[in-house]
C-alpha cells in the first residue's frame, strides 16, 4: 500500500528536519533540478496536508522525495 500525500510531506519534513535542511533550500532544489517553482507558502501548505488536489501537490512530493534522497545518498557516503 503506498503512502498518502500527508505521510509523504510528514516525511519530507522529517527528512529535511533530520538533516538541517531549510524550506528555502527545498525550493532552490526544486527549481534548479527539476524546474518546479514554488513559493514559501506553497510549500508549506503542500508540505503540512493542506494543499493535497491538483498535479502541482504530487510533482512537489515526488521531486521533494527524488531530492531528498539523493542528497541522503550523498550524505551518507561521505560519512561512511
Known amino acids: 500500500?503506498?503512502?498518502?500525500?500527508?505521510?509523504?510531506?510528514?516525511?519530507?519534513?522529517?527528512?529535511?528536519?533530520?538533516?538541517?535542511?531549510?524550506?528555502?533550500?527545498?525550493?532552490?532544489?526544486?527549481s534548479?533540478?527539476?524546474?518546479?517553482?514554488?513559493d514559501k507558502t506553497s510549500l508549506s501548505m503542500i508540505l503540512s496536508g493542506a494543499r493535497?488536489?491538483?498535479?502541482?501537490?504530487?510533482?512537489?512530493l515526488a521531486a521533494s522525495e527524488q531530492i531528498l534522497d539523493k542528497y541522503i545518498k550523498m550524505f551518507a557516503e561521505e560519512g561512511a
Open 32 to 38: 534548479k533540478d527539476f524546474g518546479i517553482e514554488v
Open 52 to 60: 493535497r488536489s491538483g498535479d502541482k501537490p504530487e510533482q512537489v
Open 1 to 30: 500500500m503506498s503512502e498518502s500525500k500527508i505521510e509523504r510531506a510528514a516525511n519530507i519534513k522529517s527528512r529535511m528536519a533530520e538533516h538541517q535542511l531549510t524550506s528555502q533550500w527545498l525550493m532552490l532544489r526544486l
